[in-house]
């Protein structure tokens, strides 16, 4: 039978503490898998979310915490039948248990029975994030679990793999804030709160303004905003490009997805936009 576990933020202060280092592992390309525990010591707190599937290859062996986000239709790796998958990535009594994460005031905590028999504890980081995170996203997991480890243990939790960049396998959600959210992690970075391996000390305007200390930093920061901006409207007209051509293809696949049946997640809000109009 599943057992309940931490369910304050005092709780999970008192565990995560307990540890002298805490690596959380993002699904990434950026995920350098080979030699983890060899790196940050067998008694580091390995830290992965969701489907952890994808970067574990083999059962892992050191001790660790999984991550689970809630959706409105509660965790995500729950409603998607995929928890006895993420469970057998972790070998016999190297999981620590389950930390069902939520962020965002909709989003549904599960019940520990949901959970495969794991030890499950809930964090509700929301509060955290208030008047800090865009209002317009939601914090991904890993970003709003390392603000909270980084106000805590400053030093002692490294990020492997938060890289925001999409590739084949992996998608970025347009709910979250990347570029907000890669703004904070660089700065707590470079500022000694987290590490973050391969994390240049010194940014290219650094360099750039120490290589030519006649010139005002404004003057540089001045140009290379001028720079973004030619590159982002170049970017911009190939993007309306691509559309164009593959307008028919697009239109193919939405009908496609229109003739399949909607997730729980869609229909929760569904109901939700009902009850809204109703009221």
């Known amino acids: 039978m599943a057992a309940n576990w931490h369910a304050s933020e005092d709780d999970w202060r008192a565990y995560f503490s307990a540890f002298p280092k805490i690596v959380l592992v993002a699904n990434s390309d950026a995920a350098d898998m080979s030699g983890l525990r060899e790196r940050h010591g067998a008694d580091a707190l390995y830290v992965f979310f969701n489907k952890a599937y994808k970067v ?9 915490l999984l991550v689970a986000r809630s959706s ?8 998607r039948k ?3 998958t993420v469970l057998d990535c972790f070998a016999p009594g190297s999981l620590d248990g389950i930390l069902n994460l939520t962020c965002g005031g909709e989003e549904a905590p599960s019940p520990a029975s949901d959970f495969g028999g794991a030890k499950v504890g809930w964090f509700h980081a929301g509060p955290l994030m208030t008047d800090f995170y865009p209002q317009t996203h939601l914090p991904t997991s890993g ?3 390392a603000v909270f480890l980084s106000d805590m243990m400053p030093s002692r939790v490294v990020l492997e793999g938060f890289s925001a960049v999409r590739s084949v396998r992996w ?3 347009d709910d979250h804030d990347w570029t907000f959210e890669q703004t904070v992690i660089r700065l707590l970075g470079r500022t000694g709160r987290l590490v973050v391996p391969g994390l240049s000390d010194r940014p290219p305007l650094v360099r750039i303004a120490s290589r030519y200390p006649d010139i005002p930093v404004e003057t540089i920061a001045l140009a290379s905003e001028e720079v973004l901006a030619t590159r982002l409207a170049s970017a911009n007209q190939a993007i309306d490009r691509l559309f164009q051509l593959t307008r028919v293809n697009a239109g193919f696949d939405g009908f ?15 109901s939700k936009n009902r009850d809204g109009k109703q009221s």
């Open 72 to 79: 409105p239709a509660g965790a995500n790796i729950v409603y």
């Open 143 to 145: 970003f709003a679990l």
């Open 56 to 64: 574990l290859t083999s059962p892992f062996e050191g001790r660790a």
């Open 171 to 173: 998608k970025l959600f």
């Open 82 to 84: 995929e928890v006895g």
């Open 256 to 270: 496609l997805r229109r003739l399949k049946p909607k997730t729980r997640k869609e229909r929760l809000q569904e």
